[in-house]
């Protein structure tokens, strides 16, 4: 079966959403794995986002990330990639679909960095790379 990456982000957790989150999951039909919460250094970070690398965005996104505690899951189902991304909705949490986790929970706050409650692998690729960065023991 597939296997997904799901991280609350810094401002899920500081707004008390890692609840609400899980409960979307579970509710949705997949299966927790593993989880883990601290906070990420700099360097799974860098690797984390390695693909956005040199883009301005991100050292504000990277020092976001550090600001605090995520929780990070390890999430199983048949599909659960493709159906965690649609539970989560567009990146852009102001026009984010109703209905999403981004798009009930999350907005703009004027600040420099997309604060969007969760991040989700999106690919069978990304999700092995970024497993084993989060979960190096699995
Ligand atoms: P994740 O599930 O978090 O990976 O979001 P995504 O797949 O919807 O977006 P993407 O991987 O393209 O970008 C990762 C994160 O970088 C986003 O969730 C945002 O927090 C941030 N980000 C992406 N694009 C921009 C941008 O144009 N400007 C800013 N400030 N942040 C961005
Ligand atoms: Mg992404």
């Known amino acids: ?8 982000k810094p401002d899920g957790v500081a707004r008390g959403l890692i609840g609400e989150v899980l409960r979307r999951i579970e509710a949705k039909g997949y299966t927790l794995v593993a989880v883990d919460l601290h906070t990420a250094d700099d360097s799974l970070l860098a690797e984390h986002y390695a693909e956005h690398a040199g883009k301005p965005f991100v050292q504000p996104l990277i020092d976001f990330m550090g600001s605090g505690p995520t929780f990070a899951a390890v999430v ?42 969760v991040h989700g692998s999106d690919s069978p690729a990304s999700a092995q790379r970024e497993i084993a960065l989060w979960f190096p023991a699995l």
């Open 1 to 8: 079966v597939q296997r997904t990456l799901v991280l609350v």
């Open 76 to 117: 199983e189902g048949h599909r659960v990639i493709e159906g965690f991304r649609s539970l989560a909705g567009a990146t852009d949490p102001t026009t984010a679909a109703p209905g999403t986790i981004r798009g009930d929970l999350a907005r703009d706050w004027g600040r420099n960095v997309i604060e969007n409650i």
